[in-house]
Every structure is written in C-alpha cells, then in structure tokens.
C-alpha cells in the first residue's frame, strides 16, 4: 500500500516569513495529492491540491510542488500569519483506482509574532 | 450545507461497554470514509462506502469494530466491546463522484475515551 512521509513533525517561523513541508510517497501509481490544515478540535480542511498532471499550483498565499520522478511533494506558505498556525497534513490518493487517502503524519506549524 | 455532521462530539465509557459513533455525510456525496486520529499513528483509513456498499474495510482494526451504511444519509461505526487503546478521535469525511476531482470533506469528529 502507499506509505507517505511528512517532515518536518514541527516548525517555527516568524510572522511574516515563508514555511515550507515537505512530503515524499511510495506509490508510483499515486495521482492526487491533496494537503488538509487542522485546527484544535476541529476536523481537516482540504486547503489545497495538486494532481499528477501539474507541477505546481498556487492559491494566493499557498503553493504546491510536486516532481513524480522523485516522488515527493511540497507546501508553500509565504508572508505567514498568526491563523496560519495549526496542523498541516499531506495525503496521496492509493494507486489502482481505489480511493483512499493514506495521510501523513503532520506538521504543527506555529507562526511567531 | 451543514457539512458533515458527526454525533456525539465527546463519548467517555468504560471498557467493554458498546459504543456507538454516528455521521451524517453532504447530501449528493456518494463516498462517505471512517478514519481514526491517535497521535501516535496520525490519521488512519477504517473503511470506506461508495454508494452505501462498504469498498474497503482492510483498516478495520478487528472483529470488534464494525460499520453500517444503511442509506445515503447515515453511518455508523460500532464498537463492541469497547477497550481503552479505542481512545482516539474517530472523523468521518464525505466526498463527491470521483474523490479525486473534489477531495473530501471531514467532520468535527468524535473523541472516544474509554476508561
């Protein structure tokens, strides 16, 4: 089955600033990689997602990267700010057609003043 | 749209007692998914629907957890009987025809202590 690894599990910045997560897959068959953002004692929110066609999107203040060939897949977060502090999660869809997401293991994201 | 909505929020009983978890999914969405969230093993698939027929149940975690879809608008995830290593938040998350072109939706989850 796939297998996603997240880095880093936490990460400070100053408000302001830019933050990047970073995410690597195992299964070569995977095509959709979506990234969730988890606010205490709420559930994931889909912020963002990229598919195997692309290479890169962006949405205002958030960007994805993806390179297949390396099998690995980045979040972007530039002039950070307080409400960006939380859990982000990374997830790539299972190969074969089936359609579960296998998550990674988050990154709580604390933004400085 | 109210969203997905989950019940109860917060279930506390001891163990050996049978727990049942409740999820109404956004009306249309045809996949309805259980997950676990424990902080050592981060969010964890169960089981998931297409159409009310259950697809995949290989996260299931063992015969004492069992899950229903008797319509489109409701689920359920059973735990009988219940032991303390349960205790996790339990999310159900709906989504559109081809999960992939929508993504899903979570609810607020369930927090499950068992004592």
């Known amino acids: 089955g796939e297998n996603v690894e997240q880095h880093p599990s936490t990460l400070s910045v100053q408000e302001g600033d830019s933050a990047v997560i970073k995410c690597t897959y195992s299964d070569s068959a995977s095509n959709y990689f979506p990234w969730y953002k988890q606010e205490l004692g709420k559930g994931p929110q889909l912020i963002i997602d990229?598919?195997?066609?692309?290479g890169e999107k962006k949405d205002q203040r958030i960007a994805v990267t993806l390179n297949k060939t390396a099998k690995h897949f980045s979040l972007h977060i530039t002039e950070t700010q307080p409400e960006d502090s939380a859990v982000y999660f990374c997830a790539a869809n299972e190969g074969g057609g089936a359609d579960g997401l296998t998550f990674g293991k988050g990154t709580h994201l604390i933004i400085q003043p | 749209d109210a969203g997905v909505i989950q019940s109860p929020r917060h279930e506390v009983t001891e163990m050996g007692q049978e727990v049942t978890l409740r999820c109404k999914p956004i009306?249309?969405?045809?996949?309805l998914f259980w997950y676990r969230q424990t902080m050592m093993r981060g969010l964890e698939l169960l089981i998931y629907f297409n159409n009310n027929v259950p697809i995949d149940d290989s996260g299931m975690p063992e015969d004492r957890f069992s899950a229903k879809m008797p319509n489109a608008s409701f689920s359920t995830l059973k735990i009988q009987p219940s032991e303390p290593r349960d205790s996790a938040v339990y999310f159900c998350?709906?989504?559109?025809?081809?999960?992939?072109?929508?993504?899903?939706?979570f609810g607020s989850g369930t927090r499950l202590t068992v004592v």
């Open positions: 998350a709906s989504g559109g025809a081809g999960t992939i072109n929508y993504g899903y939706t």
């Open positions: 990229i598919r195997s066609n692309v």
């Open positions: 009306s249309g969405h045809d996949y």
